[in-house]
Structures are given as C-alpha cells and as structure tokens.
C-alpha cells in the first residue's frame, strides 16, 4: 500500500522508538452521515451482482503502468496511476489495536508502530451512519478536501441494523476461553476477566449458556456447557475459582475450548469461542496459522465464530489478531475496569449475535476523475479484486448495531468533475448464506470544501486516522499521508473537538493525542 509512497514532512522523533509525525486520515462519531451525493441500491445477488453498478474499468484510458494488484497508488506527484482502480477487503471491527496504543501511552512510552493498525483507531468510535431497514448493511460516502494540492479523504461507510431489543436475537452458547497463566496475575488481566464474567452472568437470558475452559501449561474445561437458568450460582462459584498459574498454551486452550463448543453445540443458538489473554503464548502451538487448522473443522462445520479480548500491558498483539482475522472473529482490548464492564455487559449482544458472514467490501475509482488513491489501514485485510464475489473467499463477521469505515486518501485529476467512487459491500446471510450486495456512490461536486469545515464527526474520523498514522511513521513499510498536521496541531483539534461534542470517548482520544505530544516534546530527554 504505503510502501512506494514518498514522505514530504519533516519527521521528529516521538518518545525515542517513535517518530512523530504526517499522516492522514479516517475515524467516526455520533453525527456521521452520508455526503448529499450518496446513493445506494440492495438486494440479493443472484447473477453475480449485474444488477448492481459496475466497477470501474480496468483499464483507464491512456494505457497506464500496472500497479500492484491490490490497486493502492502511489501518492507521491510524479507516480503514473495503476491500470487497477479497485480496492477490495473484508470487513473488520476490531478495535484492539486503538484501546492498546491508549494504554501503552498512558503508561508513558509509544507503541510499537507494528502494533498500530489505523482501521482500528477509526472503528472505535461511535458512528451515525444511516440504517437499513432490514438485515444487512446500508452504505454511506462522503468527502472533504485536505490543504495538500488535490489530495482529499474519502469515507466509506457501512452500518447494520442494532436489535430492536435483548430479546430479539437467538439464544448464546459461549465458551470462554481464559488464560490462567501466571502473566495473568498482573492487575489488570485475570482480575478484570473475573469481574466481567460476574456482571455478564447476571446480565445475559436465562435461555443462554455458558462454559468456562482455562488453560496454563495444560487445558481444563472446569464447567461443561451450562444453561443459565437457575444455575448462575454454579457459574459463579467456576468464575470465583480461576487463579493464575504456570506457563501459557494457548493453542491447547483453543483446541479445548473449541471441542467444549463442540460438545456442548446448541442448534439454533449463536454458538461462539471467546478467548480473553494476554496473548503471550510460549508453550505449545504458539502459530496462529497451526492454532487455527486444528481446529478448522469446528470453525467451518458448525459455524462457531472467535471473538478475541487483549488485555495486559505487555499484549501479543499479533497473535490474537491473528487468530481473530482467520477464525471468523474479531477482537478488542480492554485496559481497566470500565473498558471490561463495557465489552463484556454493554457490548455483548454485539458481539453474540450475527448480520453477516464473510462480508468484503469493493471500492471502484474512476479513472476519469481520480489520479490516485490509497486505503489506509487495512493492511493485513486484503483480498484480491477478483475474489470480491467469490463466497469461498473468507471475508469478516459483521453484527448487528457495528458500523465499519474505510478511509482513502484521493488525488483527483485537474479540473476533474463528475463521478468519483462506487462502494460496495458484500455479504452471506449468516443463516441462509444467501449473498447479498449493496452500494452507494459518490461525486466530485460532493467533496467538502475542508477537511477542518467538515461536522464535528468526519473531523473526529480525521484526527483518529492522523494519529494512528504518526504513531506508526517510525515503520519504513508506511508513508506520510497528505495534508497532515502537527502532533500539537492535532491535540489542538482533539480538544477542541472533545470540548464541542462532549463526547466521553473524544475525550480520551485527545488526552491520547496530548500524551504522545508530550512524548514528541520530550524527544527522550525526559527525567523518567
């Protein structure tokens, strides 16, 4: 993606291990909408998606150079435009990479830019896209232009229907899978996880189940597949009895937890692993890609889906995310206690029940109007432009209530006027796995003047993706985006826009944004 693209900032260093500073960018609030030259078309796919509009064309007129085959281009001036104007992917509402970055800053150092995911950081704020009436998603662009030349963002965005109530969606089966090794003795890891599974016992139906694996050196299922019901109390006193012990086998507690899923597997129910770890396996399989093929016949046979929770200060970040993208999942990180409570009591329902399977998203440029384009983020959720349709390709689990944003940075060409860009997303009823298409489109005369004139929410959007962008620009595999800010600049806007929205999750955005200011003022200079 980013790796032709030619910085043009001055980079300085930010905490020593980061240099701070150009981005460019995407993340959402409350108030997002789609731009006043968005349309959409719905309906089940059932002659390969013709029905729907076309991608643009492969070749663009003048006979380009090939780019790479995922059609990302090359932001800097001079490069000539990839023959390929498609951007394909699979959905993605992980956010654990933006609660990790949170918690590593707070502790005072920068994260490891390979950690920053800027996707993540964008998804994790609240968005007000239009819903679809029905199951499935509805799909919003709009646009801004940035203060460098002919460079503006462009957003895509996709939202599901919330449940119209807790008791709409099926009944759970959940298998928790819980490290008890002894990293999680750490406050903060298996004190959290015993906390949360309390609350979340008292809150979920008496219709659903639970079952409780843990793993150290070696995997227990120490409560088979329990119906709530009245015996809560028994779930309790499982939960009260998880204690931190030896080393962490990882891949013995998937294994085990997925055949407790297995055995205990409810028809008609949402049936799904959730792993809670710190990630830092060191005994056994510690390759997601193993991890995964052992228990491939349970992922694909009964559909039981993974949904991963990080926490930790020391985090194996890659290998949860892993594990997540290819087990038909997600995951998030939860750093304190109110992050715990609000994944595991506010956000389960979310995170239980399904819209979509192997939903992917095509995002067709045209060559007529657009130069260049680059999708930032996404990076290890490519899929090939010609699998967009075909549904043997794994795409992401979708539920219902998610919103999903993809941000571009886009050069239109000089004087360009008229069409810009189709989305399109594509996903498998989760029951049926009937496939199903929906679109929406935008055009240059939509584009907003500014990206700082823009609502408060696309602002939001900007400032989540700047940042993730400068948190990661000490990795030579990514480049600067346009019309970047400084860090100072950027806190700047992070408060203000905190201060106009009063919203509780801008707000620990700015003081995020302010922390690793503070580090890039500091340049290691720091009394620590």
């Keep these: 993606m980013g790796k032709n693209h030619t910085r043009t900032a001055t980079r300085r260093r930010l905490g020593g291990p980061l240099l701070a500073l150009t981005v460019a960018g995407a993340v959402l609030l409350t108030g997002c909408g789609a731009g006043s030259g968005s349309n959409s078309s719905d309906g089940a796919d059932k002659s390969g998606g013709r029905n729907l509009p076309l991608p643009a064309p492969a070749q663009p007129t003048g006979g ?23 951007s394909t992917f699979a959905l993605d509402v992980d956010t654990a990479s933006y609660g990790y970055a949170r918690r590593t800053l707070a502790g005072g150092r920068a994260p490891d830019p390979a950690t920053v995911r800027p996707e993540e950081f964008v998804n994790s704020f609240r968005q007000d896209y239009a819903r679809p009436d029905g199951n499935g998603f509805s799909v919003s662009v709009d646009g801004a232009r940035t203060d460098d030349g002919r460079w503006s963002l462009v957003r895509v965005g996709l ?16 298998t928790f899978v819980i490290d008890t090794s002894g990293s999680m003795a750490e406050p903060g890891r298996l004190d959290l996880a015993r906390e949360s599974l309390d609350t979340m016992t008292d809150r979920l139906r008496d219709d659903d189940s639970v079952a409780l694996v843990t793993f150290s050196d070696e995997a227990e299922t120490v409560l088979p597949m329990t119906r709530l019901g ?43 692993v959730v792993l809670i770890s710190d990630g830092l396996a060191n005994t056994g399989d510690t390759d997601a890609d193993t991890i995964l093929e052992r228990i491939s016949s349970a992922r694909r046979e009964h559909g039981i889906t993974l949904f991963g929770v990080g926490v930790g200060s020391d985090y194996g970040d890659a290998l949860m995310e892993r594990l997540a993208d290819k087990g038909d999942g997600h995951t998030t ?8 409570l609000t994944v595991f009591c506010d956000q389960l329902p979310q995170n239980i029940d399904l819209t979509a399977r192997d939903a992917k998203a095509q995002v067709a440029f045209d060559p007529e109007t657009v130069e260049q384009f680059r999708l930032i983020g996404y990076d290890d ?21 998610h919103t999903v944003t993809a941000l571009y940075a886009v050069r239109t060409r000089p004087g360009a006027s008229g069409h810009l860009a189709t989305a399109t ?10 496939p199903h298409e929906r679109s929406g489109s935008l055009e240059t005369g939509d584009l907003r003047g500014g990206v700082w004139d823009s609502p408060s929410s696309f602002q939001v959007t900007a400032v989540a993706a700047y940042f993730a962008d400068a948190l990661r620009s000490g990795d030579a595999r990514w480049n600067s985006l346009p019309g970047v800010p400084s860090l100072g600049e950027l806190a700047s806007r992070a408060r203000s826009l905190a201060n106009l929205t009063e919203d509780e999750d801008v707000s620990a955005l700015a003081t995020a944004v302010g922390q690793a200011r503070d580090l890039d003022d500091c340049s290691g200079d720091c009394a620590r």
């Design 64 to 86: 380009a150079a090939r780019g790479d085959e995922q059609g990302e281009q090359s932001d800097a001036p001079e490069a000539t435009p990839s023959a390929d104007y498609l």
């Design 425 to 434: 997303v594509r996903w498998l009823d989760p029951d049926s796995r009937a």
């Design 381 to 401: 959720r490519k899929v090939a432009d010609e699998d967009f349709r075909d549904d043997r390709v794994d795409g992401g689990e979708v539920g219902p209530g």
């Design 230 to 272: 009245d015996h809560r109390a028994r779930v309790h006193r499982a939960i009260a009895g998880l204690e931190p012990t030896d080393s962490t086998n990882l891949g013995a507690g998937v294994r085990t937890g997925y055949a407790t899923a297995v055995h205990g597997l409810r028809e008609g129910a949402t049936n799904r």
């Design 333 to 340: 990180y939860v750093a304190d206690r109110d992050d715990a």
């Design 159 to 174: 939202a599901t229907r919330p449940a119209d109530s807790e008791r709409e969606r099926p009944p759970a089966a959940l």
